[in-house]
């Protein structure tokens, strides 16, 4: 069974690195997500892509993110100027085109855990 | 604005025991509600949706619009049940999930 993967598992950098965390979304799928849990607190929603452009996106994701899908198959997630409170578990979804009347089951990936020190 | 409520953080009971985990949530438009499950090491896994009004796993959950309760529910738990579960609310464009904080369940032998 197909499933969305991410790269690497666990990253650690240094306050003021850029970073980049890469997923491979279910090669059919066409939308794709960003959420990310700090530890200890609830899983929460950061960008939503579609056809090549942000389609929604929280508070949360502000001026030092962005999110590219540079080929056909990678979706990446890049934060220019990390800062300690980006410590989290970013999780990377994909979704399938919606079928009518039915919402979007977003299967997601494992997870990449940053480190920031 | 959407939110999503799980008060319990930890439930915890015995094999054999009926199970309820709690979900509220607050949401002006016409509410479509998930409960994802994430077993140890495991990823984030739909468990069920409102919509398709399914049992999986032996859970059900009813959508109650006038208590805004999206409750999950199993009448007999298992220890391979032990999981943490989140409840979701999808937005009306279906481009975002609202979670609540997820509570952990623990089946004791």
């Known amino acids: 069974e197909p499933e969305v993967t991410q790269t690497p598992s666990h990253q650690v950098t240094q306050m003021g690195q850029e970073v980049i965390l890469r997923c491979v979304p279910i090669s059919n799928h066409l939308y794709f997500y960003w959420y990310r849990q700090i530890l200890g607190q609830k899983v929460e929603f950061l960008v939503s892509?579609?056809?090549?452009?942000?389609?929604?996106k929280s508070e949360i994701f502000d001026d030092q993110f962005s999110v590219e899908r540079p080929d056909g198959s990678n979706f990446t997630l890049k934060i220019r100027s990390t800062k300690l409170e980006d410590s989290a578990m970013y999780f990377c979804?994909?979704?399938?085109?919606?079928?009518?009347?039915?919402?979007?089951?977003?299967?997601f990936g494992p997870g990449t855990r940053l480190t920031v020190t | 604005a959407q939110r999503v409520t799980q008060p319990e953080k930890l439930l915890s009971v015995f094999k054999g025991a009926p199970v309820e985990l709690k979900c509220n949530y607050s949401?002006?438009?016409?509410?479509?509600l998930f409960w994802y499950v994430q077993y140890s090491r495991q990823r984030l896994q739909l468990l069920l949706r409102h919509i398709s009004r399914e049992s999986i796993k032996g859970f059900t959950a009813d959508l109650n619009k006038g208590e805004t309760s999206f409750h999950l529910k199993k009448p007999f738990a298992q220890e391979e049940d032990s999981a943490m579960y989140y409840c979701?609310?999808?937005?009306?464009?279906?481009?975002?999930?609202?979670f609540g904080g997820g509570t952990r369940l623990m089946v004791k032998p």
């Open positions: 979701a609310l999808i937005n009306n464009a279906g481009n975002m999930l609202t």
């Open positions: 892509f579609y056809n090549n452009e942000i389609s929604e």
């Open positions: 949401y002006s438009g016409s509410p479509e």
């Open positions: 979804a994909s979704s399938d085109h919606l079928a009518r009347g039915v919402p979007y089951e977003q299967y």
